[in-house]
């Protein structure tokens, strides 16, 4: 699974994003301080690709108590951000959640998560998900995150539909 799925990560860093904010808050329950999506940079249904981003801060709520004096962001935060992600291009793609407000997709498992690099204060976390299979309630997504062309991040992420 650790071949780069990303043609050129780099290109997205500095993309602006197709949805953030506002558009966020329409589609992900998630907010304040677990609301880890911060922009959407691509979504194309077709190809079953969508990548979104966190700046990552020093002022963030996690970092002064997640390894005192070399603050790193965490694993299962990193986790949520691709669950986030993927969600998105649930409700936004694979389901109608517009049409129907009582849709919820949650998190329905992980496999294979790797963390391959530390990620850091200052810098874009970039996360791809990639629907590898859609069911009716359950979709799998290869998940790679990247700081610049470096993948840091990888794994499998089930989403399921209540």
Not at 23 to 32: S, T
Not at 88 to 96: A, E, I, Q, V
């Amino acid at each position: 699974m650790n071949a780069p799925l990303l043609e050129d990560p780099l290109s997205l860093t500095h993309a602006e994003p197709l949805a953030s904010g506002s558009d966020l808050d329409r589609i992900l329950p998630q907010v304040n301080r677990f609301r880890m999506a911060e922009g959407i940079l691509l979504s194309d249904p077709k190809k079953g690709v969508t990548v979104g981003y966190r700046d990552i801060r020093a002022d963030d709520w996690w970092a002064d108590d997640h390894v005192p004096g070399r603050p790193l962001f965490p694993g299962v935060l990193q986790c949520e951000l691709a669950a986030q992600i993927a969600s998105y291009d649930m409700l936004s793609n694979r389901f109608d959640a517009q049409t129907d407000s009582n849709l919820f997709v949650g998190l329905g498992g992980l496999e294979a998560v790797r963390f391959r690099a530390p990620v850091v204060p200052g810098c874009r976390l970039v996360m791809a998900v990639f629907l590898k299979r859609a069911r009716h309630n359950l979709c799998r997504y290869v998940c790679q995150g990247y700081v610049g062309e470096e993948m840091v991040f990888e794994g499998l992420i089930l989403g399921v539909r209540f």
